[in-house]
């Protein structure tokens, strides 16, 4: 990812952060879209749109031992 294009991100964008592992992380924002990132290449792994509204604040919540639940917050 190109500094500028993190830029837009940050200024435009994300309202909310999630580390998954120490690789990993989530954002959501004003657009309605969660992404998954991969730190060490910044390249973007998966995004979705989540129920179509701005996504003000997520959470991951422990679900069992092997299982996390995605929190949104529009």
């Known amino acids: 990812m190109t500094r500028k294009a993190c830029q837009d ?3 435009n964008v994300i ?3 999630v580390w998954i ?3 990993t992380f989530m954002t ?3 657009d309605g879209f969660v992404r998954t990132w ?3 290449s910044g390249t973007l792994i998966h995004s979705f749109c989540a129920l179509g509204g701005p996504i003000w604040h997520m959470a991951l ?3 069992g031992n092997t ?3 995605l929190v949104i917050l529009m």
């Open 21 to 23: 592992d120490d690789d």
């Open 28 to 30: 959501s924002g004003f």
């Open 61 to 63: 919540h422990p679900r």
């Open 9 to 11: 991100l940050l200024e």
């Open 38 to 40: 991969h730190v060490s």
């Open 67 to 69: 299982e996390i639940q």
């Open 15 to 17: 309202r909310s952060i």
